[in-house]
Every structure is written in structure tokens, then in C-alpha cells.
């Protein structure tokens, strides 16, 4: 039930290309569905997030798509760069009991973006 | 602003000895998360705290973990007796009030030999 399915496992998109990556989930009570980006030797950083309630949200070249009925949602990175090559992580997030949010991660995609 | 930060960023001791791990979360966050991250097992929360009070431990894989955090800038994971399978990079979050993103530390990289 807590389980959130990501893939691909990893991708390699030419420069100027869209790279995307899919996740799913079985939990209904999940309420909020962050990327995060991960750098070698550093914690995820925070990407773009979503709430339910909303199909799309973009920021920049960065854009979620997501289908509510369908428990799936998906990261679209447009006009990918070399800059972009790293690991990105879908997550979901219930509330805890006492307060603040449980993350679920993905099992990550590893990008990498060539000339 | 300072972020979360973590420390050692690398440990390498031997099995059986004492690993204690620190992390300052950002100031006036209420919320602090330890998660460990292993290639099998990814990303997972090991234990978290709302005001300095631990809320859920349930992740903590065994009695050898243990969490403090004696205030509110902070925390420490502690492992005793450390074992091999130990080996991971545990990181420190935290978020300022609920429902609000977590923000990450760059770990502490835990080698058990």
C-alpha cells in the first residue's frame, strides 16, 4: 500500500531533448507528490511538487503531469541539459500522526543528458 | 541560509565499534527526519521528531538505532554495536511546519568493515 513505483531505472536523452519519468501508487491517502533531485555526494533537493487537486504544475523547464484516476503521475524535463544529468526521485506523502509528512520514495532514475 | 548540515560526511570504523551520527536541521524548523539510503533498499525513513519529541520510530531497523535530539538545533543517530550491513548513507531532513517540503542535509556516507 505504501509502495510507489517508479521507471525507468535510467534514461539517456540528447541535449534539447524532453527526458520523462513515470511513477504510480497504490495508496489513496497519499496528498502531496514532490521530485526531488539528487546530485553524486549530495542529500535529494527538493525539485517541484504537486498536490492532488491539480493535473499539471510546471515550473521553468520542469513540468508534473498528474492522473488522479489512474494513480500515476509523471516528470517532464524540457529541453534537457548536461546539467540535468542526475538521480530523480518521485515521492509520496501522507501526514503523520503527529504532524509533518511521511516521504515514499521511488526506487529513482538515473538521467543523463549527452551533447 | 545555512541548510541542513550533517556530519561526519564520511565514517569508516569497525564492526562492533560505536557510530554516532550528528545533524543541525535548519533553524525553526519544527520537524527533523533521519532516512538511510541503500542501493537495495533506496530511500527510507528511519525515524522522525516534531519539537524536539521523537514521534515515530518505526522504521529504525533494530534496537542497536537509537535517535536523540536534546534541542532544537541538534540531533544525533546513533548505532551500537555497528555491523557491516550497516553500510549506507543516512541522511538528516527537516521541514519547518507540517505539510510543508523537507529540506535534505548532504548525508553522512557509513562504511562498516
Known amino acids: 500500500q505504501q509502495q510507489v513505483k517508479q521507471s525507468p531505472q535510467s534514461l539517456i536523452v540528447q541535449k534539447g531533448g524532453i527526458s520523462i519519468i513515470n511513477c504510480a501508487y497504490e495508496?489513496?491517502?497519499?496528498?502531496?507528490f514532490p521530485w526531488y533531485q539528487q546530485f553524486p555526494g549530495k542529500g535529494p533537493a527538493l525539485l517541484i511538487a504537486i498536490r492532488p487537486d491539480v493535473s499539471e504544475k510546471k515550473e521553468g523547464r520542469f513540468t508534473i503531469s498528474f492522473n488522479k484516476s489512474a494513480k500515476q503521475f509523471s516528470l517532464h524535463i524540457m529541453d534537457s541539459q548536461p546539467g540535468d544529468s542526475a538521480t530523480y526521485f518521485c515521492?509520496?506523502?501522507?501526514?503523520?500522526?503527529?504532524?509533518?509528512?511521511?516521504?515514499?520514495f521511488g526506487t529513482g532514475t538515473q538521467l543523463k543528458v549527452e551533447l | 541560509d545555512a541548510g541542513v548540515i550533517q556530519s561526519p560526511r564520511h565514517e569508516v570504523t569497525e564492526m562492533g565499534q560505536e557510530v554516532t551520527l550528528r545533524c543541525k536541521p535548519i533553524s525553526g524548523h519544527d520537524y527533523l527526519f533521519w532516512y538511510r539510503q541503500t542501493m537495495m533498499r533506496g530511500l527510507e525513513l528511519l525515524i522522525y521528531?516534531?519539537?524536539?519529541?521523537?514521534?515515530?520510530d518505526s522504521g529504525m531497523p533494530e534496537d542497536r538505532f537509537s535517535a536523540k535530539m536534546p534541542n532544537a538545533s541538534f540531533s544525533t543517530l546513533k548505532i551500537q554495536p555497528s555491523e557491516p550491513r550497516d553500510s549506507a548513507v543516512y541522511f538528516c531532513?527537516?521541514?519547518?511546519?507540517?505539510?510543508?517540503?523537507?529540506?535534505f542535509g548532504d548525508g553522512t556516507r557509513l562504511s562498516i568493515l
Open positions: 495508496n489513496t491517502a497519499f496528498d502531496y
Open positions: 515521492a509520496a506523502s501522507t501526514e503523520l500522526t503527529g504532524g509533518g509528512n511521511k516521504l515514499t
Open positions: 521528531f516534531n519539537n524536539n519529541v521523537p514521534i515515530d
Open positions: 531532513a527537516s521541514s519547518p511546519r507540517r505539510g510543508q517540503p523537507q529540506h
